[in-house]
């Protein structure tokens, strides 16, 4: 008999057969659940999605872009997200941001179903649960940093001088303490995306979506950002980075591959590279 108890391990961790057979069986060997932090390998899933398909109308022809997605991204994972151009990446980083809804599937985020939410719905949950970073920054050239930084504060409710408190301990975490007074025309493209991942973790976000964060800089700056990135990770953060660079991917801990609208592979990445490796490939450029 599965009790109320298990079920709710059961669709908390979206735990597979083998999983829950282990936890079943400790339930009726001692009569209780051992709270999860006792099982370091019951971690809470952030993302879940279930057969999840989308598909365009294109006059008088229908373009499958997502045909049957099945992924499971947990807390605290690193997760880059690869695929050849007509693969289905951006679309699936649309959907897993909240940018678009799917045609069928279900879509389950931080334990809130949210493939079926209407769009004022979805601008609530990309504000508190997602946090963004662009390849082209998508910063306001009229603001400063810290104002860029602290806007997404602004639809949190927050006061004026806590917008301000915490839009400077991000910029000071990702090393712009100086510079929170300039705008995005007296940055180098490398500090303009710093500010971006700054305004993505301003709000606790439940993930950082990350869409070819490096794909306009060049290859010291690229191991810069990454090195950000890395931070953010050890710190507790969820990280989906969308990439075509195998280099960049090679950072992420879990590679998940695209190809026609399916899932071809989805691996552990063994040969993780740190941006402070000492062997790392472009170590030379980068000093």
Request: with cysteine; net charge negative.
């Amino acid at each position: 008999m599965i009790t109320k108890d298990l079920l709710l391990y059961r669709n908390l961790y979206h735990l597979n057969d083998y999983s829950f057979d282990i936890i079943e069986n400790l339930y009726f060997s001692y009569n209780y659940i051992v709270p999860s932090n006792k099982y370091k390998f019951l971690k809470k899933s952030i993302i879940h999605t279930t057969a999840l398909q989308k598909t365009y109308v294109m006059g008088t022809e229908e373009v499958h872009a997502l045909k049957h997605i099945d992924i499971n991204i947990n807390q605290n994972e690193y997760v880059a997200l690869m695929g050849p151009s007509g693969s289905g990446k951006s679309t699936l980083m649309n959907l897993l941001g909240c940018l678009d809804t799917p045609t069928a599937g279900e879509y389950i985020l931080n334990n809130q179903k949210v493939s079926d939410l209407e769009d004022k719905a979805l601008a609530g949950i990309r504000n508190t649960e997602i946090g963004f970073v662009f390849q082209t920054f998508n910063l306001l050239p009229r603001m400063t940093s810290m104002e860029n930084v602290a806007l997404p504060l602004v639809y949190a409710g927050m006061s004026k001088l806590q917008r301000m408190e915490r839009a400077q301990e991000v910029l000071e975490m990702v090393g712009l303490g100086d510079r929170m007074d300039h705008k995005p025309n007296e940055l180098s493209g490398g500090q303009r995306q710093r500010v971006a991942i700054a305004r993505a973790i301003v709000n606790n976000p439940s993930i950082i979506l990350a869409d070819e964060p490096t794909g306009n800089l060049d290859t010291k700056t690229s191991v810069e950002i990454m090195s950000i990135f890395e931070e953010i990770h050890n710190n507790g953060n969820t990280i989906i980075l969308v990439t075509h660079e195998p280099d960049i991917a090679e950072h992420a801990h879990r590679i998940i591959s695209l190809r026609d609208g399916l899932v071809e592979t989805d691996i552990k990445n063994d040969k993780i590279i740190k941006a402070n490796d000492p062997n790392h490939r472009y170590l030379d450029q980068s000093n």
